[in-house]
Every structure is written in structure tokens, then in C-alpha cells.
């Protein structure tokens, strides 16, 4: 086997590409891409030689087929979400049910009555599939899907209120994680904001104030990612809903996760639902599809149908609409919500949320020896820690969590030591995403279900 210890050693890329071991590749995967992943490998390879390093010519092969899997690997990946954070915004938020998977792979396989009325054999539309589950799981008139909540709250403000005045309680001002903040996209949707009241105090009668012939409805934002604790009011709903009324206004609210079932019954915080929403006397409720829902990204438009028809009119409507692969997936996760008595085996979302704690902890326990095998130079230990909910829903409250903590006691700042570990668990072939804190990397195994290929998995690590 020659060595290479010389650039001109170094076969030219014709001669690596016409080696035997290399037809299987181009075979497989065709002649331009493994042309230019030769390229790559052969100018690392130059570079090396030039360092000083030197290798035998096979390993060029091996190169070359490792920088044909990585050119292959799509950008946007799986990954194994041991964040602690159920609904992470840059993990994806909600998993789907297999179900919802199933009903888009049927979609997206071929054609579809997306907007076409199979009983009367014309145009249909394409709200309809939602629309029928939404009714009935909310008790509101009628309901539109939108790309997300943020384009749900756009097309509300920009169909009802634009060129007029929406006021809002300074309280509820809010800005949510990437950007969506309340004011711009007022601004957006070409409505003036009238700030009420102050920030941890806001009454009916500074909303009366606020009134004028130009206010166009009245808004109330569910505050998902924080709370306003101590000396704090806000209108309720129901007291907001009766001053919009009495001047004929519309009462908006965007309630961010909204729930559609009474989440103590799992034995998790309240958080208010969009039935309770509408009874209280909201004219229309947004909320997202990805969060405590459980779906598809989506925003969700709930309430009086005359007003629902007003945004279907909108020309932004058609700007901001739902694919056909998202509506298959939202009414999939909306049809498990007519059984709620086995949500929380049939929708992950849930299932993670209520997850006890003792079984999370008894996984760490099997885990533990296992992962410390292929981290030798750190110690693991199983703790008991508090997950969050994320993505805004359910604000404050945590959940009894368990996880494996990865430390080097022997190392006075271990910091740079577990973001190499953390790098090199996201380097498996399926990334696993942990939290580096408090001179650990924590791995909170809320969200873990396939132990078994988290095991498989690990054998990607050498041993660190
Ligand atoms: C999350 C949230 C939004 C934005 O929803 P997306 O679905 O992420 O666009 C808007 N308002 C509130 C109150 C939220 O919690």
C-alpha cells in the first residue's frame, strides 16, 4: 500500500474516482456529486500532506465515502430533544402522533379534495377539513387555520382593525421568543395601538377611557411566557367582554398555546382553554397548532362566523394559508381530541407533559452505567430535576423531571470540557441536544421514548 508523504504522491482526482472501491458510489449516488466530494477530499488531503501529516492511499476511500454521507445528509434533521424543554421553538415544538404522519404521507403521495367539494363535485374549501372538529371541540361558530398564531393575530388585526385604534393593557404588551412582538405586529397589520393602563396594574374603567369612535375592537393576550406577580390586576375576559359589547365592539383574544381540554384532569396547571375563552365572552380566539395542542404548525382563528368570514376575505388570507399537508396532520391530532380519555396515550405531546417522574428517573437508572461506558473521563449520575413545558405554555410552572448529569468533579472550570461532550452528542448520527449548566451537561429524559436506539445511537460515541 503506497504511501502519501508528497503532494505529488497524491492520485489525481480522475485516478481516485476510476479506483474499484469508488464505482459503487457513483453507482449509487452519480458521477457530479462524487466528483465534487473528491475534489474536497483530495484538496484536504493536499493540505495535510503539506502539514506534515502523511496516510496510505486507501484512506482516501474512506474519505471519500464519509464526505459522500455527509454531502448526502439533509440540513434539516431529527434530533433527540433531552433539553428538559417538552415544546422547544428550535427543536420543532409538538411531535406528532403517528396518525397525523400517516395522514400527510397519504396526502402528500398524491391528489386530494384539498378545495373541491366531492358531494357536489365543484370547488370546495379548503378551511372545511379543520373547521367541523374545531366547532365542535371549542363551541365556537366557525374557525379558520392560518400558517401560524403570529399570521392568525396579523390576519385578525389587519381584517378588523385596520387604519383604527385596538387598545391593549400595558401589561399585555408581550414579546415572544423570535421576534413577535405584540406592538410591530400591530404596526404590521396596519392598526394603531392605544397602550392601556400600566404594567402590573389595568381596570375596566382605564379600558372605557380608551374608547374612541376610531377603536376598531378590543384585545387581551394571553401573557404565556411570563407572569406579573405582586401587586398586579388584569380585566378578566368576561369584564372585557362586557365593555367591548356595550359600545359593539369585538373582544380578540390571542390566547398563544390554548388548550382545548381541562389540563388539571391530567394533573397539570391550569391553563385556560379556548371553550372557556369563548364562553367568557370572546368574539374570536387565536392560538398556535405546535403548542400545548399538540399538532401541526398552524394558528387557529376560533369564534362568531361573521367575523371569521371577514378574514376569509381578507386577500391576506391567501398569503397566510395553511398547506394541505398541515390540515391533514391538524385534522389527524383534532380527531384524538374527541377521545380525551386517551389523549394522554395518543397524542406524544401530552404523554411527555404527564410522564411520571418515578419512570423517568428508572430509565435515567438503566441509562446511567451505559452512557458512563462511553464517557469514561466523566462521572454520570442520575438526578431528579424540573422539565418545562416551553414555547410559552403554562408560564412559571415546571414539571418533576429526571436526568443524567454529566460532570468532571476533578476539573475546577469543566466548562470548555462538557461543550466538547455536548458537541460530540450532537455529532451522533442522530443528534442528541442536552443543556449545559451549573458545571454540568444535563440530559433530561422527559421526552426520551426509544431507549434502544438511544442506546444504538451511543455507539457513535468514541469513547470520550
Ligand atoms: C406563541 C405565541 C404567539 C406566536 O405563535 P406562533 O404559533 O409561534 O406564531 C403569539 N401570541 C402568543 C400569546 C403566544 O404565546
Same mark, same amino acid.
Given at each position: 500500500m503506497p504511501i502519501i =508523504?508528497? !503532494? @505529488?504522491k497524491l492520485p489525481s482526482v480522475d485516478r481516485l474516482l476510476n479506483d474499484p472501491e469508488t464505482a459503487p458510489l457513483i453507482h449509487d449516488h452519480g458521477a457530479p456529486l462524487v466528483t465534487r466530494c473528491a475534489r474536497n477530499v483530495l484538496a484536504a488531503a493536499r493540505e495535510q500532506v503539506l502539514a506534515g501529516k502523511s496516510f496510505e492511499s486507501r484512506d482516501l476511500v474512506v474519505n471519500l465515502r464519509e464526505e459522500v454521507t455527509r454531502a448526502l445528509r439533509p440540513s434539516l434533521r431529527r434530533v433527540i430533544n433531552l433539553t428538559g424543554t417538552v415544546l422547544h421553538t428550535n427543536l420543532g415544538r409538538a411531535a406528532l402522533p403517528d396518525s397525523a404522519i400517516e395522514a400527510m404521507a397519504e396526502i402528500a403521495r398524491g391528489a386530494s379534495n384539498l378545495e373541491f367539494d366531492l358531494g357536489a363535485g365543484k370547488r370546495g374549501d379548503r378551511h372545511q377539513h379543520a373547521a367541523a372538529l374545531l366547532r365542535e371541540l371549542t363551541g365556537a361558530e366557525s374557525a379558520l387555520v392560518v400558517n401560524n398564531n403570529a399570521a392568525a393575530v396579523l390576519l385578525t388585526l389587519n381584517s378588523l382593525a385596520l387604519r383604527k385604534e385596538v387598545p391593549v393593557s400595558r401589561g399585555e404588551l408581550i414579546e415572544i421568543g423570535g421576534a413577535f412582538r405584540m406592538p410591530d405586529i400591530m404596526a404590521r397589520a396596519g392598526c394603531k395601538l392605544v397602550e392601556v393602563g400600566t404594567t402590573n396594574r389595568t381596570h375596566g374603567k382605564d379600558f372605557e377611557a380608551a374608547i &374612541? !369612535?376610531? %377603536?376598531a375592537l378590543l384585545m387581551k393576550v394571553h %401573557? &404565556? @411566557?411570563y407572569e406579573i406577580q405582586g401587586f398586579t390586576r388584569q380585566v378578566t375576559e368576561a369584564e372585557l367582554a362586557g365593555i367591548a359589547h356595550a359600545q359593539d365592539l369585538p373582544l380578540v383574544t =390571542?390566547? /398563544? &398555546? /390554548? &388548550? *382545548?381540554? =381541562? *389540563?388539571e384532569a391530567h394533573g397539570l396547571p391550569h391553563e385556560p382553554t379556548v371553550r372557556e375563552m369563548l364562553d367568557a365572552g370572546a368574539d374570536l380566539v387565536t392560538f398556535s397548532g405546535d403548542k400545548i395542542l399538540g399538532g401541526p404548525q398552524a394558528g387557529i382563528i376560533a369564534g362568531r362566523r361573521d367575523l371569521i368570514e371577514k378574514l376569509k376575505r381578507n386577500p391576506m388570507a391567501r398569503a397566510l394559508r395553511p398547506d394541505k399537508l398541515t390540515l391533514a396532520a391538524l385534522e389527524s391530532v383534532l380527531r384524538l381530541y374527541t377521545d380525551p380519555a386517551r389523549l394522554a396515550d395518543t397524542l406524544p405531546t401530552l404523554r411527555w407533559l404527564t410522564r411520571d417522574a418515578t419512570e423517568i428517573e428508572q430509565l435515567a437508572t438503566r441509562l446511567a452505567p451505559i452512557v458512563q461506558r462511553h464517557c469514561e473521563r466523566f462521572e454520570v449520575s442520575v438526578e431528579r430535576t424540573r422539565a418545562q413545558v416551553g414555547s410559552g405554555a403554562l408560564p412559571i410552572d415546571s414539571l418533576d423531571s429526571a436526568a443524567l448529569k454529566l460532570t468532571?468533579?476533578?476539573? #475546577? #472550570? !469543566?466548562g470548555k470540557a462538557l461543550q466538547e461532550l455536548a458537541r460530540t452528542f450532537r455529532q451522533l448520527p442522530i443528534p442528541v441536544i442536552g443543556r449545559v449548566a451549573d458545571d454540568a451537561l444535563w440530559f =433530561?429524559?422527559?421526552? *426520551?421514548?426509544d431507549e434502544a436506539e438511544f442506546i444504538d445511537n451511543l455507539r457513535g460515541l468514541a469513547s470520550t
Open positions: =508523504d508528497a !503532494p @505529488n &374612541s !369612535p376610531k %377603536t %401573557t &404565556s @411566557n =390571542d390566547l /398563544g &398555546s /390554548g &388548550s *382545548l381540554i =381541562d *389540563l468532571r468533579p476533578e476539573v #475546577r #472550570r !469543566p =433530561d429524559l422527559r421526552c *426520551l421514548e
